[in-house]
């Protein structure tokens, strides 16, 4: 009882109140400094970062408390979390907080920790971070609950099993890992009823740990609330198609954080209407992200968490801006499939045909369509040691690319949380170089 | 006449050309780099400046890794720019540019009217470019002048695997220390290093028939041999292959 009023306290009143005294902070310091001259090369910075801050914020701050309030789960970012929402589930996504610790150039000293303990350097350093994270008990969130159950979804890698029978094994909890046959063409009914089948199961299990019944209602409104966000996502990113874009493809990795941690709550929904209202009045008053923009570019692959503020500058200074990436458009492109009527087979539907599960084929099409919608005059494709599944075939994507989208490409190699693999100069040079191949500078 | 300059500030080498409107070569110099790049370049525009009379007037234009440094500079390019550029001048037909210098290797992929077409250049470390062969020779006590020769003395070569330059270098240790005679290792290691650049170039070098040479280890004539065998045609090496990317900066002038 106290640790759940602990866990509402910190959600409903501690959070918000930090929230607003770090909005009056800031008005303050604002109040008090001379008012900073204008970004040279960006435009003003989005309002909803700000809110976006206070969203994490409270998600992490309760999360402190949940267990031992409300059931706990740990999942990978491609897992149906539709299923959990009705049992009242606080939801933790290792990943996401591996990216925190990305962005705040944590990731290696993390890594380290689980080398030590024997993961290979070549295993991912999502894996190797949040392993390491919970090996050493540091971490940037302050403390993440310990969980219930474990559950992972093979729809973004094959690691992801690997990764979480260790947890298991360490912390000493159940996993569930739900297949998703890799898609080589057009999915099929055989692939849908397997995986709704293994749904089916593993929300009965989620029941059975949160002690609560089944409410195929309750799911079918949760599955309504994540079909509407991934449709505000899909708005929100669309709006970059306006030039100059109002936002770039690195800002909307670090939005990404509420469509893949909160999916189907309704605060998720509300942030992004927040957010694509906003875009919307950049796009009306011909606001760009970056001032000067001349080339647009898409991204290939997770980003290099670390060096967003340096590509970003590096970007900028020369006129060039990403205005989407395939990772963050992946969150929109299943939208229509959701359906709340029927929400364990289509969610079945959505999670089996996540990109990354399918053909290179499928791939070079959808960046294709990408290229077109967006007015790409060219495409970075982040060659990430880490994430193997994402990363193989893009020599080949690069080339076909080039070819069939009269574009030009560029493979960059980097890692997106282990700086220990990233050649920042040789890296930096060769995306210099091929931004001089434009010409006009 | 107006005087232009190009600087390339290498990771092992700093040259500078300066030319005039034409393009032609009016001087160039050369140096090992020095840590302090910025006195370096400074002082070696100045000495460049005066040699060609430029009475301190002439447009400036870096190149290479220590390119941000040259504060004289009016402008600062990317080596694949000024390679692909300098090379075009000299050569003056579209092809693939291998530059094989201290510690990257650039693949370039020049347009019938010398733009860039692609590029790649290796990845996390310097296995395929002239520091590999730097150390091994260093430590097989062969200099440079002695490799051609050697090269063509030895049958077969020996065979050497790793990738690593340090890995490399006790795997030719162990060779030698086996009663491997020294040509068959210097005829191996070009070997080795040319299937490196090979595999990287792979598909920038397909349907392509003129592929040219710079960088420092172009004067190599044994390197020149063992990639054209590689490649599978003759690699034709560009005049004063050191210099090919300060002479595209100073025409970027």
Known sequence: MLRRLQYEGAARVVAPALATGLRAQRRLRSWRRPKKEPSEWFGPPLRATYRLKEVLTRHYLSGRYADGAVPVAWVTSGFPIELLRPFGYHVVYPENHAAMCGVQRKGVKLAQVAEVWGLSQDTCGYARCDIGSFLSGNTPAGRLPKPDILLACTNICQTVVHWYRTLAAILKVPVFVVDTPFLSGDPDERTETYVAEQLEECMQLCARIAGKKVDRKALGRVAQRSKEASELWGECLALSQAEPAPWTGFEQFLHLGPIVAMRGLPECNAYYRELRDELRERVKHGIGAIRHERFRLLWDNLPIWYELRSLSTLLAEVGFTIVTTTYSYGWAETAPLFDPRDPIVSAARVYARVFINRSLDFRLEMMKKLVNTYSCDGAILHSNHSCKPYSVGQIDLADRLAKEASIRTLLLDGDHIDMRVHSKEQAEGRLAAFMESFGGL | ?253
Request: charged fraction near 20%.
């Open chain 2, 1 to 253: 006449m107006t005087i232009r300059i190009g600087i390339d500030v290498g990771s092992t080498t700093t040259k500078a050309v300066a030319v005039d409107d034409s393009g032609r070569v009016l001087a160039r110099s050369i140096e090992p780099g020095d840590p302090r790049i910025a006195q370096q370049a400074q002082r070696m525009l100045e000495a460049l400046l005066e040699r060609v009379g430029g009475g301190g007037e002439a447009s400036i234009v870096a190149t290479g890794y220590g390119r941000k440094l040259v504060a004289m500079a009016g402008k600062k390019r990317t080596e694949i720019s000024c390679h692909a550029l300098g090379a075009f001048h000299v050569m003056n037909r579209p092809g693939v540019l291998i530059d094989v210098g201290g510690q990257d290797t650039k693949v370039i992929r020049l347009n019938s009217d010398g733009s860039v077409a692609d590029f790649v250049m290796n990845d996390k470390c310097a296995a395929g470019t002239g520091r590999f062969l730097e150390v091994i020779l260093a430590r097989l006590g062969v200099s440079w002048d002695e490799l051609a020769d050697r090269y063509a003395s030895a049958d077969p070569p020996v065979q050497i695997s790793s990738t690593c330059t340090v890995f490399a270098e006790s795997e030719v240790i162990s060779m030698l220390a086996n009663g491997q005679p020294v040509d068959s290792v210097v005829k191996g290691l070009h070997i080795a290093l040319s299937d490196r650049i090979v595999s990287m170039a792979g598909r920038l070098l397909m349907g392509v028939e003129t592929v040219l040479l710079s960088g420092g280890v172009a004067s190599n004539s044994a390197m020149v041999a063992a990639l054209s065998s590689k490649v599978g045609k003759p690699v034709a090496v560009v005049p004063e292959p050191q210099f090919v990317g300060a002479l595209g900066a100073a025409l970027l002038g």
